[in-house]
Structure formats: C-alpha cells, structure tokens
C-alpha cells in the first residue's frame, strides 16, 4: 500500500505487541509514519489506551477451482485441511468467493467439531470471514446446491494465536494488587480482532465500545469465552456464541473523545445477541459525580494465564467527571478498552485509557459525538451535510480534524494526516496552529499568505508573488492542492474532480481508457480493506452525484463487458472539500451480467440534497469502458422544479406529479430560477384531463378545448376533482399462468368511485423471470366497471426482455386519456398479475421484487387505503371500512403480497420428528422452531450418521458406511477424508483430435475438419461440459470457424437428412456430447442440453466462450458412453467426442479448454480440467471412414498389400473406373454425366474434387483398356 504522505498517529499505545496486527510477513505493507502525536497537551496524563490486537496473520494459497453439481440434491465437490502446528486457533479469510443458490463453505474444527456454514449472504456479513475456530486444523468443505455451475473461492492468509499474556508497559490500569475476579455475564464481549471489550445496550443488540478498537479485519464479539490456555493464548466460544459486526461509528481522537459504537449480525443459528442471551444494559440518562462503578472487560491477566482475556469484574469510585470523561479508580488493563462503566444497573461511560497510578479514564455516555455516532452505527443515521463530527473542527481548507489538534505541539502544515486527508492549521483563523506552526509557514501570520498554484497541470502551495515569479496560476489565498485545482491529463469530462461529470438514477457510461491519474492521491484502503482496491496512481474518473432524498443508495459497476474497476465515494460540496466515506475494489455479490471483478458499494446512507462523488478506477491501474449503475431507496422524494412547454415552472412535490400534469421534471432540489424557456402552446381540455398542445389546432384536432396561449394545467383548470394518485406496492407479488387463470393474484386499487381514469404509472418496478419465462411475459391487467359494464387494460413493464433474468429497477408512466379515458362506477379497480405465455400451469413463473403501480385519476383522493385482514383474507380497504367490517389494518399503503394475513409456517422439531406449524404451535407443543420458511426436507431434525472416506477402486468419495458398501467400495473409517487416504493411481482425463478430412467443405477455400474427443476410463462416461471463469474461451480458432446457414452450434442442430440438400451442412462447426449428428449417430438418439450460452460469436465463425454455463446430457442418456476412437497418431482410446469444427485456413490452430464432469464404471463422479491446442496435418482417407489412411493400415483396418501407403480398398488400378467395377465402359460414362457438375466425390476419375469435362476426357481415355 502506497500513501501519499505520512499517516498520523491516533493513540499512545504504549506496547509494541499493540502496535501492529501482523506478522513479520504481513508487516511489509507497513509504511513508517513519523513520530507519534500526543492527543492532548499534558503527555504524561495518559499512558496507554486499552485495546491489546490478538493473533497474528500468515499468508496460505487454497483454492477451489471452479466446481459443478449436476445432482438434485446438495453435494460436497470439494473440501481440504489446513493444519498448522503450535497453534492455539485459525481464522480464515476468503477471496474472489462465488457461491450460487443453495450453495455454501462449511468449516469444521479439528479440535472440538465445531461447524461453521457460510453461504454468499452470511460469507459477506461475515466480512468475508470465518469465525474463531480453536486447535490447528480445520477442515475446509465447498457444498454445491443442486444443478450449480459456478461455485468456487479462494483462501489467502489465515488468522492464528501462538501464547501470550504480555500486559505491555508494566501493569498499566493496575492499581496496586491485581482485584479482578472473574464473571459470566453475557451482556459483555470479547472484541476481536483488535482485543477490546464491549457492552449490549439496546434490544436491537447495538454496543458500546472504544473509538480506537473500531476498524480491524472482519470485526466479531465473542460471549460465554471459555478459559485461555495455561500459555495465555485464548480460546475461543461455540461457533454460536460468536456473531459479526455490522456497522460501526466512533471517533478515536484521545482521552474525552475515544468512544464506538456498533450494530451487530446474528449467529450460525440466525440470532442476535439480545435473541439468544436475552437481555442489555441500558444507557443512564444522567451521570454521577460519586459513587461505585462496576467494570466487566476482557484484559489481559500475566499472573493467572488461564484469565487472560476472559471475563473479569472489578468495582471502584469515581473520583472526578468533567463535561466528556469520567476517571474512576478501578482494575482495568490492556484488553478493557471499551468495557462499560455501570452504575446503578446502567451505563454511565466505556473505559479508554489507563495511567501510571491508580487513576484510569473513560468516556461520558452521554456526549454529543457518543450519541451521533450510536445513531449512525445502530440507527443508519448519518452526519449532517457540510458539518463535521462532533468533537472535530474544519482545518484551513475545510476538512474536519480533531479539534485538540490546535495547540498540542505539532505544526499542521500537511505533514499529518486525518482520515487519508492532509491537514493544515497554519492560518490566521488558528493563530498559527495555537503557535504550533512558525510565523513564515502561516497564511496571515508573519508571511505572505498562500495558496494552491498552477505550472501546467501541476499543484504546489506557493505566495501569489512566488507564483507569479514561476510562470505559474494563483488560485487564490488559502486555496489547496485537493481535488487537482490544476486539471488532468486531457481526458476530457470527468477526468479530474473539478471535471466531475453529473451523475443520475440508472446507467452513467464512462470511459478512463484516455484518462490519466487526477491527482487526487491514493484512496484510503482501510475503508474497504480486503476487496482489492490496489488503485496504484489509477486513471480515474470522476462523477458527481445529488442524492434525490434521505435513504440509500448502491453505486455499482457491474457491466458484462467492462474491466476490473475500481471505486471510491467522497461527500462534500466542492472538490476542496471532500471526505473519503465508502471504497471498494472487488464486489462479493454479482451474476452473468457482471464482469468477473466489479465495484459496488451498497446500501449507503445518503441525505437528500448533499452531493457525493464517485471516482472510478481499475485494479492496478486497469483502464477501459463501462457503466455506472446508481439505484436507491430515497423515501420521500425532494419537491422540485416542474417546467411546462409554454415557458412557466411550478415547484411539485413530485416526478409523477410533475409529468401527470404535462411537465418535464427538472430533479429534486430544484427550483423555478431555472429557465423553463418558451415554446408557445398553452393548455388543452380533452374532458377532464388538461394536456399542453403546441397551438389551438393541435387541441381542436384531437376534440379538445384551446385554453388560450400561456396557459397551463396547473390548479386542474379542466375540472373533474381535485385528481390524485392511488398506489399498490407490489414486492413480492407472483405471477403464475395466463390471463384469469384462476390461480393469479389479484389485488385492489380503490379510486374515488367515477372518476376519470388518466393513466398507468410504475415507480422502481423490478422484476425475476425464472427459466424458462422471459421478462416480456409478464403482465399486469387493470379490469374496472365503464358504465355499468366491464373494462380492461393491459399493461407489460418489461416488454422487449425476451429472456429469463432479473430486470429493473425501471419508471415510466402511460397516458391513457386517448387510449382508456373511462370512468371508473364503483371505485374498485381490480389488478391482475399473470403470464402472456403459460410455461407451466400452477407454477410461479416470475416474481415482482421490488415498486409499486399507481393509478392516476381526476377524482379526490379521498382517505388512504392499505392491507385489511379478516383472518387469513386480504383486501385493499380504507382505515374505516377495515374496522367496520371487523378487520385488522395494516396501515396505510400496504399490499396483499404474499398474504400479511396469514402466520408464517416453518419446520417444526419433536424430537426427531418434523412437522410444518407456526412459531407459536410448535412451541405451545414443545418443539424446536427451525425459522420461517423452512421445510422438512432432507430430515433436519435426525442427526446425520456419521461420514467417512470410501475407496471405490481409484477413485474416493465420502459418504456413510452404508453408502459405502452399497456402491462396493472399502470405508475408511468414521470421520477419514479423502485428502487423507490414497485409494491407488487414477486415470489421466485428456483431450485428443482426429482430422478427419481436408477440404471436406467446398466453395470456402482450404479448410480440414477434426474431431475432438476427451479420453476416459473404459466404462466411464461424460454428463457435462464446462467453461470455466480462468478461461471462459472453450473453443477457439486462430482463423475462423466454417458455419453452415443449415446447421447450427450443436449436434441436434445438424440433420443428416439435408446432407444431400447441403453437402457442406456435414461439416458444420458444432459442439456435442457422442452423438454426431440429430439422428444420435452412432447411438439412437441425441438428448444434448445446454444452460447458460450464448452462441451468437461462435455461429457468426468466431470463439465459443462460455463464462458460466454448460452443455450436458442426462446419466441415463446412452451418448455419455465412451467408446474406442482412434487419435490423430493413430493411437486408440476410450473416450466421448466432445466437438466435429471445421477450421478455415489450413494455418489455423483449433484450441479447447473446458471442465469435464461424467461418472466411472463404479458410478463415482470424475472431474477434471482438460486441454488441447491442435494444427493441421496433411491427412489422406480415400475411404471415408474418417480415420486417416495411415491409422487405417497401422492398425490393421485396411489392408496396403503394394506398400504404396493407399488402403487396398482404394488402390484401383483401372484410372477411367468410375463406377469401381474395375473397367472403363460406358457405364462409366453414364457414372460421370450423373454427377456432372457435383463436388461430392461420384465421377471423380482425376481426383481433382470436381466432376466435370475432365473426368469424361479420362474415362474415355481408358475406355475398354482395362
């Protein structure tokens, strides 16, 4: 990691074992900073803050590869040990992880079992870490759900302990004797990694802890910790006991300003701390000035090893308390950071500090910056916009620092850092930093001021006199370098800070591929540590962003066709003004519409109207082209500005408001100082519906009423009520067959009863299309009553997404006053969710995920309407009508999605015996409740019988004895691995090719065919091929590939029946798996699927690539089978042809990569990366057969008896033979005028590829000579 200048020191931390958390190996990323820096002025107050960093890391290389489950069920494809010796635990850290549905990482303690399940969701709650697992070895396991394609991670350092006990600096916290005690109280908890304490405080399981323990990899807290080894080393709890942190907030800015706080994650089983242990500690509302405080913590203890860093007690007075700490004489040492201070049953302050003597230190509870940061952390709170944190001041330039940084010693002219920022205190507004700085480094204080200065693209603060001397640009007094005042390296918008190009909802295409290095500095890579920012001096570019309302928002990069991007988030209004507050190199999330490495930096909190820039980089200094996606949920919208064709603006509290009266939104935040400009028009009555049409005869025109030049529709000057809007939520609404099918949902908008239906409306509408269902299918149907009689309309959000995937999030709006424009009678609009194509009746075919649907009427809006039910019924109905009818409302603008009404079910244990209830039946009868949703498949409540290795010839496999058995193989014992027996020599899976022909296909040039096969066992079989993610290009061409019109990319694509139509189609290009052709030759059949390719590149002559997909047949489909086939050097195997190209250009090379997946003779799965890369040979088969003529008579198929290397079958001496009856007659004659004109190869005495006047001239040439 390169820094642009020197980090500044946060705390005293008074050892060298809490100085750095790493070892002698992860050190090297360490760059020295200069000395440390006092946070307060009088140095010998506080010695030592209290954390003590537990463990140190090592460097490991474990990787997966990628791994396929083509079975119904789950299945472990892969699994290793790591074993380290003289260890007291590991953690473990993982990298690039893909997990699909049902998928997931187990990891088993070798020492006590303890088991561990991480699938995508809880691997990135988890920070992409395991928890602690005590003893040396872990056992490590990659579990495929069924049918999965692209599972695989990769594992690059490991955490471990080895003993100590070391309290540092003497007995810093210890006042005289050691009086700790120890205690079990599960409101308290280890911190690990950095080894502080912390306490729970609310029923949301949110803690109180240091602000200088915040940060670490992967953050966890740890209850019911056992006792630490008689060598100091800690153990650690049940896997159970263990939960990730979440978010976390605090400030570490020294004694009265050292406080966190943190939301936490829930356990393996899915709870939170407060769910599993029951109960917090309150926060007090006052604090005293006397009295007995109790401490709970975790610190070190070098006089009894077994209770270091385990839970003890000890109680004190407080002997002073000003307006931000507390100081208390109690046993504290290194490892209490963060122990709350309790009084009375409550939480007055966390401890932070100890000292020489008797007294120690901690921070007020109730402190401004304390209270912000509980907000931010636990609540999703976030700073106000423009302001620094609590306890921090705005230096020279604006960028917030702690505010004891003036005066305490050391001149801040840039030297120090604050948050990756420089910071500067050299001003007239400081007096000089407090008289830290010298009177001729100050802007006002002895000297001339300063500021930034231009040379060409280059900065350097400088006196405007200097400046000038130097040819340079003076950007004005107090001005800094931040942001690059100085401009890029000619990448046009968006290459610098200053450039920042305007960013919106949806896509924001960017390019950095003529970008160069803004100059900004390097990112802080502590903010997204682990994720693989490695920005490296980047070309970036820069977008700027307005957040349209309080909420949050996800910045992502994900784009199929991009490049491995990079991310940075700043807030701040200008340039020079800008907070780092979000990063990320590598997202964990992402699916085939992705690139393999994307950015993404999800769920941020944003405030309405506070502008946020995104700077955007490559990994390593990558360039390329891609696409910013920005999406959120920013609750209320801001009003804004609304500007009509005629020139007027009207502030709206809304885009659909805006755009439902005729406007053209001009964002949120905006106001009518903009210019709207003037078209002319005015407003047009077309009943009750009020629409800006250019002139009196374009409103006539379409049988409306001209309101004169200059009018507008706002105040609905075209009557018809006061209009309005009514909404439908509609996540997790299912769609199922086609229209009025009897098992659709349908769901109610209820509108003021006649009133005029003006249009359809849909806001963040996404949408999940399960294969084989395409996103156009689904449709959303308006039925109401027009008079008395039905009325329908139609509907289709996704129309033109003719595939399966997930879509949106999409807005738009339909004006409906020309195409419906009728009255609604009753008020009641039903909507119906169905399929335009029923793929399956009864089955969901796709899923609304995420919007709602409006209705936009002219009547009043009348009372709000939401979810009312009547036992397991719901319906859309106001507040009243639920309560009149007996209901229970849900509140306003709530759905029937998913039916509210009805209790969720879930797995229910007795025993070992399972049942779906409720959560409050099952333990009204005394079970064990396994979570909502869950089911009783796969037996959860019987406990597995153990497992082991099973030897099944030279193959391993694990699985019960009895599984063993019934497959006949030899078990190896209860608890073997695979990776721990060797059950004998395996046979090698390779990639061979046959040339089968040249020039086969006619009229294209030179060309040969060749077919590709891949070797197996006798017996064995192939069910799947694979590309793989290293090497997504499976099949490809140095030239081109030859495509027939006729045929297609694979085997049941090509008929054999055209062959006489097309003689070319024989030698198509295609992929397959045994079976040549359609007609299953050489087998019955051909069953060959695909999943997951696309072919357009291949079918068009170029590269199959086949990133995450597959082609397969069934284990029961007899094409699997190998069978002998005999290799381009004439050597015979076993094995399954996996592809018949025809390569353009006898130059060219064919290459092939791809994972093989089949079964042995024994029925056990074989897997196996495979490879080759093949050119042309000169190949000769007279006979047709396919197998070159040399293998033919090397391996004894046809007879040579002249030795002249032509099989005897093709060796005929008559050379005016056409019809191979072995004279020249007129029969010969009549052979050749039949094929006159063909290439197939009949009439072709001369063997020139043609049959033409030639082979008559021969055949009379010899006619009746032999």
């Known amino acids: 990691m390169q820094l642009p200048r020197h980090p500044r020191a946060m705390t005293l931390l008074g050892i060298v074992t809490s100085a750095v958390l790493c070892t002698t190996a992860a050190g090297q990323n360490l760059v020295e900073g200069p000395p440390a820096k006092a946070i307060v002025k009088n140095i010998d107050l506080v010695e030592s803050t209290l954390d003590y960093p537990t463990g140190d890391y090592a460097p490991v290389d474990i990787r997966t590869g990628r791994a396929i489950n083509m079975n119904a069920k789950p299945q472990v494809v892969w699994q290793d040990t790591l074993r380290v010796d003289g260890i007291a635990w590991i953690r473990l850290y993982f990298n690039d992880a893909q997990l699909d549905d049902g998928s997931f990482i187990r990891v088993t303690s070798l020492h006590d079992g303890e088991v561990q399940e991480l699938d995508a969701e809880t691997l990135a709650m988890w920070d992409n870490a395991s928890a602690y697992f005590n003893g040396n070895a872990v056992r490590i396991e990659l579990v495929a759900g069924p049918f999965t394609t692209g599972n695989e991670f990769s594992i690059n350092q490991f955490a471990f302990e080895n003993g100590q006990a070391d309290r540092g600096e003497g007995n810093c916290g210890i006042c005289g004797s050691d009086d700790r005690t120890p205690s079990s109280d599960n409101n308290f908890a280890r911190l690990m990694p950095v080894g502080c304490s912390a306490t729970l405080y609310n029923a949301e399981s949110c803690m109180v802890t240091a602000g200088h323990c915040l940060g670490g990899g992967g953050p966890s807290v740890h209850f019911n910790v056992p006792d630490s080894n008689s060598d100091g080393s800690t153990n650690n709890p049940p896997v159970a006991d263990q939960f990730p942190v979440l978010a976390e907030s605090g400030v570490n800015g020294g004694v009265g300003a050292d406080y966190g706080a943190m939301r936490i994650g829930t356990n393996s089983a899915g709870e939170t701390p407060v769910e599993r242990y029951g109960s917090f500690i309150p926060l007090a509302s006052s604090i005293p000035n006397s009295g007995t405080l109790t401490v709970n913590g975790y610190g070190v203890d070098s006089g009894q090893l077994n209770r270091s860093q385990t839970q003890q007690f000890h109680d004190g007075p407080v002997l002073s308390v000003n307006s931000s700490s507390i100081e208390y004489d109690i046993d504290v040492t290194f490892g209490n950071s963060g122990s709350s201070l309790v009084y009375n049953g409550e939480i007055v302050g966390v401890v932070t500090h100890c000292s020489g003597g008797c007294v120690n230190y901690g921070n007020r509870i109730d402190t401004a910056g304390f209270i912000q940061a509980r907000a931010i952390a636990c609540e999703g709170d976030t700073p106000p916009p423009g302001e620094c944190p609590v306890g921090e001041i705005e230096d020279c330039f604006g960028n917030c620092c702690p505010a004891n940084w003036v005066g305490d010693g050391y001149c801040d002219d840039g030297s120090y850092d604050y948050n990756g920022v420089a910071i500067y205190l050299n001003c007239d507004e400081f007096d000089c930093d407090g008289g830290d700085c010298p009177p001729e480094s100050c802007g006002d204080g002895g000297g001339d001021p300063t500021g930034a200065c231009c040379i060409g693209n280059n900065c350097s603060i400088e006196t405007a006199g200097d400046c000038a001397s130097a040819g340079g640009d003076y950007q004005g007094d107090d001005t800094s370098c931040a942001g690059n005042p100085c401009g890029g390296g000619g990448g046009g918008e968006g290459d610098t800070c200053n450039d920042a190009v305007d960013a919106f909802e949806g896509s924001n295409a960017f390019d950095t591929t003529g970008n160069t290095d803004s100059g900004y500095g390097e990112p802080d890579d502590s903010q997204c540590d682990g994720t693989y920012l490695d920005w490296t001096g980047s070309p970036d570019h820069w977008f700027r962003f307005v957040a349209p309302g309080d909420g949050t928002a996800t910045f992502t990069t994900c784009d199929a066709s991009s490049f491995d991007t990079s991310m940075v988030l700043y807030s701040g209004d200008s340039c020079n003004a800008l907070s780092q507050v979000a990063c990320n190199g590598d997202s964990a999330g992402g699916d085939g519409n992705c690139q393999q490495y994307y950015s993404e930096i999800a769920g941020f909190p944003v405030t309405g109207g506070q502008t946020y820039y995104i700077r955007l980089g490559g990994w390593q200094g990558a360039t390329g082209s891609g696409t910013l996606t920005i999406s959120g949920d920013f609750g209320a919208p801001l009003e804004g500005a609304c500007c009509y064709t005629d020139g007027s603006c009207e502030i709206m509290p809304s885009q659909s408001a805006c755009e439902g009266t005729g406007g053209t939104w001009q964002g949120a935040g905006s106001d009518c100082s903009i210019d709207c400009g003037s078209g002319g028009g005015g407003a047009c009555c077309i009943g009750s519906s009020c629409d800006i049409q250019p002139d009196e005869g374009a409103c006539t025109g379409q049988g409306g009423t001209w309101l004169?030049?200059?009018?507008?529709?706002?105040?609905?000057?075209?009557?018809?009520?006061?209009?309005?809007?009514?909404?439908?939520?509609?996540?997790?609404?299912?769609?199922?067959?086609?229209?009025?099918?009897?098992?659709?949902?349908?769901?109610?908008?209820?509108?003021?009863?006649?009133?005029?239906?003006?249009?359809?409306?849909?806001?963040?509408?996404?949408?999940?299309?399960?294969?084989?269902?395409?996103?156009?299918?689904?449709?959303?149907?308006?039925?109401?009553?027009?008079?008395?009689?039905?009325?329908?309309?139609?509907?289709?959000?996704?129309?033109?997404?003719?595939?399966?995937?997930?879509?949106?999030?999409?807005?738009?709006?339909?004006?409906?006053?020309?195409?419906?424009?009728?009255?609604?009678?009753?008020?009641?609009?039903?909507?119906?969710?169905?399929?335009?194509?029923?793929d399956a009746a009864g089955v969901v075919d796709s899923t609304w995920t995420g919007g709602r649907i409006y209705i936009v009427h002219d009547g009043d809006a009348g009372d709000p309407t939401g979810a009312c039910c009547l036992g397991d019924s719901c319906s859309i109905q106001t507040a009243a009508d639920c309560s009149t009818s007996g209901g229970d409302y849900l509140g306003d603008g709530t759905s029937c999605g998913n039916n509210p009404c009805v209790d969720p079910t879930g797995a229910c244990c007795l025993e070992s015996t399972c049942s779906v209830t409720s959560a409050a039946d099952c333990e009204a009868a005394g079970g064990d409740y396994l979570g909502d949703g869950t089911n009783c498949d796969n037996d959860p409540c019987v406990d597995p019988p153990a497992t082991g290795a099973c030897c099944i010839g030279s193959s391993c496999n694990e699985g019960t004895a009895e599984a063993c058995s019934n497959l006949g193989g030899t078990y190896q014992g209860d608890g073997s691995s695979c990776n721990a027996v060797e059950c004998g020599g395996s046979d090698e899976i390779q990639v061979l090719h046959a040339i089968s022909g040249t020039n086969l296909a006619q009229g294209v040039g030179d060309n040969f065919t060749v077919d590709l096969y891949v070797t197996l066992p006798e017996g064995a079989r192939v069910d799947a091929v694979a590309g793989t993610p290293e090497q997504a290009k499976m099949l490809t061409c140095s030239g081109d590939f030859f495509q027939s019109e006729f045929g297609g990319p694979r085997s049941t694509d090509v008929n054999p029946d055209f062959y006489e139509f097309d003689p070319n189609l024989e030698h198509d290009s295609r992929i397959t798996i045994g079976a040549i052709d359609s007609s299953g030759n050489p087998f019955d059949n051909n069953a060959l699927q695909d999943i997951g390719i696309s072919w357009d590149t291949f079918e068009a002559g170029g590269d199959l690539s086949v990133g995450n997909g597959l082609w397969f047949v069934l284990p029961t489909d007899e094409q699997g089978e190998a069978r002998l086939f005999t290799a381009q050097d004439c050597s015979q195997h076993y094995g399954v042809l996996l592809a018949r190209v025809t390569a353009l250009g006898l130059d060219s090379e064919v290459g092939f990569e791809g994972l093989i997946q089949g079964r042995t003779a024994d029925d056990v799965i074989l897997q196996a990366t495979a490879s080759l890369y093949a050119g042309y040979s000169d190949t000769q088969d007279c006979n047709g057969n396919r197998v070159s003529d040399a293998c033919d008579i090397a391996n004894g198929t046809s007879e040579d008896s002249n030795g002249n290397g032509i099989p005897d079958e093709c060796d005929n001496p008559c050379l005016g033979d056409a019809d191979g009856d072995g004279d020249a007659d007129v029969d010969d004659i009549l052979e050749v005028l039949g094929n006159f004109g063909s290439n197939s190869g009949g009439g072709d005495v001369d063997g020139d590829g043609d049959c033409d006047v030639d082979d008559i001239l021969q055949v009379i040439s010899y006619y009746g000579t032999c």
Do not use: K
Request: proline residues 5%; hydrophobic residues 30%.
């Open 708 to 838: 004169g030049e200059g009018s507008t529709c706002s105040g609905n000057p075209c009557g018809g009520g006061g209009g309005g809007e009514s909404f439908l939520e509609i996540a997790g609404i299912d769609s199922y067959d086609g229209y009025q099918s009897g098992v659709n949902v349908i769901q109610t908008i209820t509108i003021p009863a006649g009133s005029n239906i003006l249009g359809v409306g849909w806001e963040d509408a996404t949408l999940s299309a399960f294969d084989p269902s395409w996103g156009s299918e689904a449709g959303i149907m308006f039925t109401w009553e027009n008079d008395g009689e039905p009325f329908s309309g139609y509907i289709a959000i996704f129309d033109g997404e003719d595939a399966p995937g997930d879509y949106g999030p999409v807005t738009g709006y339909d004006d409906l006053t020309q195409d419906w424009n009728f009255s609604d009678a009753d008020g009641e609009v039903q909507v119906e969710f169905f399929e335009t194509y029923d």
